[in-house]
DNA sequence: CCTTCCCGCCAGACA
DNA sequence: TGTCTGGCGGGAAGG
């Protein structure tokens, strides 16, 4: 009999869980702002609203089998916030190859096998465009090239393909508005930012140098450089977050600035091709795959119940196709950026312990207390517990055992 | 106080 | 004219 309740007690669990699963699924509770029926008592906390840390929710989403295309409502919706941030991440992946602008409002997913011919056609172009900047000021053919698509009627490249407005701002020479507005994309910024690491000796590198490195000569005052450094932020809270670049202080003068990791710091052909989520793809208890709507005005006192809406992401050991970018390291995993799970596991966790975790589950209701998002959820969950409490001191008369507490 | 970077306004591009 | 796209800088959080 008292199995059986317990067994009771783990399906109403479960069910709950479901519930939960179901409840965060549902695009149009984020949408609407449903969700915010909780938030009112979650302070505001910058890091948990971060580009890095949707970048990672954005690639646990989507990196999956059967992804084929991606619709930015339907990423905005689903990670929970607007449309606005999911340009800027799209912008930055589309640059390192992972994604890929197929039409308006879609992008088809490239993965990470993309990346390492990315990276050497950034290396290849990085270094013709070293060549033109250092001989001329972009009179040699290849800046003509350049130079034509970056003066070519927008109608033709702008919105269905912008793979080959490349050339560093140095480059330019025109000032026309949508020229102008092309050469400060983001998506442009971030192929530069990454080609200062790739074609040149440069290890480390502060945002501020690499924003006057990336303004051309006759644009460097310190408003635009300001304005680019606030880019370049962005695109290194993405890189980071996929471990390209790594943040370090400069040995000589403790100045903030970004390692270049690339495929040693991130997946590649020798360790993954993909990153999924955690538990067989499944969410962990009460982690949030969103971020969740809390405006940043919104402050409050009371954090104990403010959840980190982290995704727990492991590897899969399958090997890539690509013959680049194979990593020094031999079969180092993929390992977390600043924004990394707490409580995930270290990569090169072991079958056992994979095994173990499965079996864990069943007896996860007596060991474990979830931390629900959805205060309503916690609320039935605490009145679970309290039942349960109550039946059984009074069932079995037994206060020796303390439960679930 | 300085660094970091979220947020959303608004203008350009496009259908 | 409406929608999509994304540059931009204010200003608040974080250190």
Redesign the pocket.
Known sequence: MCFGRIYICVIAYRLIYLFEEIYMALPEFHAAGAIDSGSKDVP????Q????LLCSNFLSLYNRDGIETIG??DAASRLG?????I??I??VLESVGILARKA???YTWKGYGAIPKTLEDLKKEGLKENGCAVETSCSEKTSDDEDDEMCSD??N????E?SDSNSVPKCSLSNR??E???E??????TRNFVKLFLCTDMDMIS?DDAAKLLLGDGKRNS??TR?K???L??I??VLSSMNFIEKTHHPLTRK?AFRWLGLNGKPDKENVDSLVLSESKKRVFGTDLT?AT????K?DGDASHFLKPHIPIQIKQENLDNDVGRTKTGGKNYQFGPFAPANVHKVGTSQDEKEKQVIDWESLASTYRPQYHNQALKDMFSHYVEAWKSWYSEVAGKNHIQLLS
């Open positions: 505001y906390c910058r890091k609203k971060s580009l890095g930015l409502d916030v607007e449309r606005r941030r340009y800027d799209v912008n308006k409002n879609r927008l109608n490249s702008s919105q269905t912008k508005s949508g102008n507005r092309k400060k994309s983001l998506g442009l910024l945002l408003v635009t304005t450094v606030r880019r932020y962005d290194a809270n903030p971020n809390i405006k940043r005005f402050v």
